[in-house]
């Protein structure tokens, strides 16, 4: 990543630590209720409250040249970082320096469903991939000491930032180790015209079915349109063969990134941890 990057990569990760503290500062004010569900669409509230905090804390600089904009339309990215108030064009990228995606996991979710999915030539060198794991957690209840089934508002407990890239590439390694494989020209299974194929880079699984909503629809099964496994953040890691393991070892060892976010997962998830002690 070139060194303008780098540093402004530096900079959301650090600025990430004091947004992270007042995101839970503001949902144990806010957000505070008794119950709390899962699958309530609350990490898609805290996807957005991390990239409006990181904002405020960069405009609270005055010698801060960045902001961070919020993506509309449908791009994959959910926030670009731009120079602060530079002209921005997001079709062409003018203005931006790096984007971010960002993803929620509920830490006691028996299945941590943040996917990371984007096809690697879709990538950009520069983009990050921000992953945040929470829970509903007690907070005080108002004013008296807690109720029976007492209070609670979502909060992040451990985070990851890092390069996509890097995730993107341990990923598509293991996919093609648990057997997968990706579309390639003039090979589709729709038997598409070679210029006409829009499935170039799509996953299909050992089985050959289609990963993605976008993948050739000769390729869904009866049961499932599509499978949804690649890019499990967690379930990634799930190819138990010993070559899947030393995949595993060498982007541990090469890869800093990849270091950090498997640190991150171990920290969270007892199988990821499994994984890195054999
Ligand atoms: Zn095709």
Not at 172 to 179: K, P, S, T
Not at 250 to 265: N, Q
Request: proline share 5%; net charge positive.
């Amino acid at each position: 990543m070139p060194d303008k990057h780098e540093q402004v990569a530096r900079t959301i990760l650090k600025t990430t630590e004091e947004a992270r503290r007042r995101l839970n500062e503001f949902s144990a004010r806010m957000l505070r209720t008794r119950g709390g569900r899962i699958g309530s669409g609350m990490g898609a509230v805290i996807e957005a409250l991390w990239g409006f905090f990181v904002n405020q804390i960069l405009l609270e600089d005055a010698k801060c040249r960045i902001e961070l904009a919020r993506m509309y339309g449908h791009d994959y990215n959910d926030f670009a970082c731009i120079g602060r108030g530079v002209e921005w064009h997001p079709e062409t990228r003018e203005g931006e320096l790096l984007r971010v995606e960002v993803k929620s996991m509920v830490a006691s979710a028996d299945e941590s469903k943040a996917h990371f999915d984007r096809l690697g030539h879709e990538l950009h060198e520069t983009d990050l991939l921000a992953v945040f794991l929470w829970d509903w957690l007690p907070v005080p209840a108002p004013g008296g000491p807690p109720p029976v089934g007492g209070y609670v508002s979502p909060q992040v407990k451990d985070y990851f930032v890092g390069r996509a890239s890097d995730i993107a590439a341990l990923r598509d390694a293991l996919h093609r180790e648990c057997g997968g494989t990706f579309v390639e020209s003039g090979t589709c299974p729709d038997k598409c015209a070679v210029d006409a194929c829009l499935h170039i880079g799509e996953p299909l699984n050992a089985k050959g079915s289609r990963e993605r909503p976008s993948g050739p629809s000769s390729t869904r099964t009866k049961t499932v349109s599509y499978q949804a496994n690649f890019g499990g953040l967690v379930r990634m890691l799930g190819c138990r063969t010993p070559q899947a393991r030393s995949i595993v070892r060498k982007f541990y060892a090469e890869s800093p990134t990849v270091k950090t976010h498997l640190d991150f997962a171990a920290r969270n998830f007892l199988r990821v941890a499994k994984v890195l002690r054999e």
